[in-house]
């Protein structure tokens, strides 16, 4: 089983930038995609970036394009998320997730999940 953490959530202002971190103990195959997902309290979880294990190819949700960036580094088992130009629309719980089986980007496809870290973004 793979374990995910995420950490670097927090508090910031329309206009900051936060950095999301995914740590992931186990291994995850080339095959993978790996993601992040949020979550507002009442609404549906979203997609919002994702990355191909092997191939380091990224996909983004228009709402975020421009804005976030997503990254990962094999060596280590990490995935990031760096926020910029952040909007109160971005308040949410973020979540670290992994596809196994590299489907894509629904959150039925996703085989691990991490607790989740807070975002929360004041105008």
């Known amino acids: 089983q793979v374990q995910l953490v995420e950490s670097g959530g927090g508090l910031g202002q329309a206009g900051d930038s936060l950095r999301l971190s995914c740590a992931a103990s186990g291994r995850i195959l080339s095959s993978a995609f790996m993601a992040w997902f949020r979550q507002a309290p009442g609404k549906d979880r979203e997609f919002v970036a994702g990355?191909?294990?092997?191939?380091?190819?990224?996909y983004y949700a228009d709402s975020v394009k421009g804005r976030f960036t997503i990254s990962r580094d094999n060596a280590k088992n990490t995935m990031s998320l760096q926020m910029n130009s952040l909007k109160p629309e971005d308040t949410a719980d973020y979540y670290c997730?992994?596809?196994?089986?590299?489907?894509?980007?629904?959150?039925?496809?996703?085989?691990?999940w991490g607790e989740g870290t807070l975002v929360t973004v004041s105008s």
């Open positions: 997730a992994v596809d196994r089986n590299g489907y894509g980007e629904q959150t039925r496809d996703m085989d691990y």
């Open positions: 990355i191909r294990k092997g191939t380091g190819g990224t």
